[in-house]
């Protein structure tokens, strides 16, 4: 099981990024995929999952509107889309992998992944 992700950098505020998380060594469909962020002096927090059998996503409360994740099965990617980006969205940003075939919801309890992947960093500031 693997996971990379890319797309991280330096943004505005007000300005827009999408993160991408490529999977292999498993089928998507199989796993719920969370991404999660960590800023400096903080724990790790979710920030959205997808079940992608069902469809199903979820969204930390700080980030409902603004974020999508969303995956393509064709290329085993994931991606979070992040728009109207604020400095408090500034962090590492993870991407996780768990073994979690139903299509009913997905979880964003870091223990509920078992596969992380390295981290990319997203800066917001002017």
């Known amino acids: 099981v693997q996971l990379v992700e890319s797309g991280g950098g330096l943004v505005q505020p007000g300005g827009s990024l999408r993160l991408s998380c490529a999977t292999s060594?498993?089928?998507?469909?199989?796993?719920?995929i969370g991404w999660f962020r960590q800023a400096p002096g903080k724990g790790r927090q979710g920030v959205s999952c997808?079940?992608?059998?069902?469809?199903?996503?979820d969204y930390q409360d700080s980030v409902k509107g603004r974020f999508t994740i969303s995956a393509n099965k064709a290329n085993n990617t994931v991606y979070l889309q992040m728009n109207s980006l604020t400095p408090e969205d500034t962090a590492v940003y993870y991407c996780?992998?768990?073994?979690?075939?139903?299509?009913?919801?997905?979880?964003?309890?870091?223990?509920?992944?078992?596969?992380w992947g390295q981290g990319t960093q997203v800066t917001v500031s002017s």
């Open positions: 996780a992998g768990g073994y979690y075939p139903f299509p009913s919801r997905c979880l964003l309890s870091p223990p509920a992944f078992t596969s």
């Open positions: 060594g498993f089928t998507l469909d199989d796993y719920h």
């Open positions: 997808l079940q992608s059998r069902g469809g199903r996503t």
